[in-house]
């Protein structure tokens, strides 16, 4: 199957700072990617969907102020997590569909900490 | 409404089958899903089959879906100490719904 990407894989920031999170299709054109998050032992919330070159599509509930997403290449996507509180520590992955019909692929997740 | 779910727990011998079950509640779903998640990592795709689907199989796995009473099972056989996990199935309507999960141990 295809191939996703996350960097970092981990971090630890302080509360109040803000942390970008990349995520990389590194052999398929993504033409949608998608972000989500895990609370421990839960399961996997959308957060956002983005298409290449256009402003992504929040949930319900979901701060676009704080979550800043960007895709701006077909293999690329980004989510900032701004002024970082330590609620905002989760599991959060990426996810990529290309062209195909049905598939989607995930990265393996950024868990991040906010002290 | 969009609602998926499964059973939490679900514990199997090594060699048995596995019977991991899913209910969803859209029936205008497209394609249905199961991942599978191993501790601290991403998802892994399984297997797909799409909503005009009754079966699929694929090797050890096998799906099957009643449309009907809108229920979706992924069978596992000679279900193995490396399988032990987190199983999600999902949905695709405009976006894709996760399961609650269930978590399958295996034990010798």
């Known amino acids: 199957g295809a191939v996703v990407s996350q960097h970092p894989s981990w971090v630890i920031c302080k509360s109040g700072t803000s942390v970008k999170i990349e995520c990389r299709s590194l052999?398929?054109?993504?033409?949608?990617m998608f972000w989500y998050r895990q609370f421990p032992k839960q399961s996997l919330m959308l957060m956002a969907t983005?298409?290449?070159?256009?402003?992504?599509?929040?949930e319900q509930g979901v701060e676009k102020d704080k979550f800043l997403i960007n895709h701006a290449s077909l293999t690329l996507s980004t989510l900032t997590v701004t002024s970082a509180h330590p609620e905002d520590s989760s599991f959060y992955i990426c996810?990529?569909?290309?062209?195909?019909?049905?598939?989607?692929?995930f990265g393996p997740g950024t868990r991040l900490t906010v002290t | 409404g969009e609602d998926v779910e499964q059973s939490l727990f679900l514990s199997v011998r090594e060699g048995d089958s596995s019977v991991i079950n899913c209910t969803y509640t859209?029936?205008?779903?497209?394609?249905l899903y199961w991942y599978k998640q191993e501790p601290g990592a991403g998802l892994q795709l399984l297997t797909y089959?799409?909503?005009?689907?009754d079966m699929k199989q694929d090797q050890r796995l096998t799906v099957l879906l009643n449309k009907k009473d809108k229920h979706l099972s992924l069978r596992i056989a000679d279900t193995q100490t490396g399988d032990s996990a987190i199983y999600f199935c999902?949905?695709?309507?405009?976006?894709?719904?996760f399961g609650t999960g269930t978590r399958l141990q295996v034990f010798p």
């Open positions: 996810s990529a569909a290309g062209t195909g019909l049905g598939e989607q692929y």
């Open positions: 089959i799409f909503s005009n689907m």
């Open positions: 999902a949905e695709r309507t405009d976006k894709l719904i």
């Open positions: 983005s298409n290449e070159g256009s402003k992504a599509t929040y």
């Open positions: 052999d398929f054109q993504a033409t949608t």
């Open positions: 859209d029936s205008s779903s497209t394609y």
